[in-house]
């Protein structure tokens, strides 16, 4: 079942991450396409991403165990996290310029092919799945294994 989503520029969480450090390409690519999708993966990934450079930033390094620790105990410093990136998309939600796309059995099948066919890691064959399902040609990233998969035209 492709259900297409013209015009959509699937938004991988590289851009999001490199966004919240205030890298200007991320901004730009942001700013310059009004319409964006993610799956649940790409939260994930975002999520992790910005617990991790926040504890790094309080603690000075990072230990996975550690920092699962300080989570269970309500860290403020690090719960700051979920509330940004909330924020983020809970404001794209708002103006209308951000798309939720679910996983389903297809895309997690497609996924298993794709991963093989392309030599791709777990997360990013999901994220090819999803596009390719639901029709997305186009891809905000800036990881260089996405422009392995044919259907995808990698931006920036």
Known sequence: MNMSQRGVVFLDSSVIIRY???????KEILEGYPKFAINSIVYSEVAFNLLKILYIDK??????????????????DLL???RVLYSFIDELLGEERLILLPITLDVIEDATRIAMEYGLLP???????TC????????????????????LRVIP
């Open 20 to 26: 919240f450090i205030g890298d200007s390409g991320a």
């Open 59 to 76: 603690y000075g390094g990072y230990r996975f165990y550690d920092m699962k620790s300080a989570l269970s105990s309500r860290d403020s």
């Open 80 to 82: 700051k996290g979920y």
């Open 123 to 129: 997360n990013d064959s999901l994220i090819a799945a």
């Open 132 to 151: 390719k399902h639901y029709g997305i040609s186009t891809i905000a990233t800036f990881d260089e294994d996405f422009k392995r998969v044919p259907w």
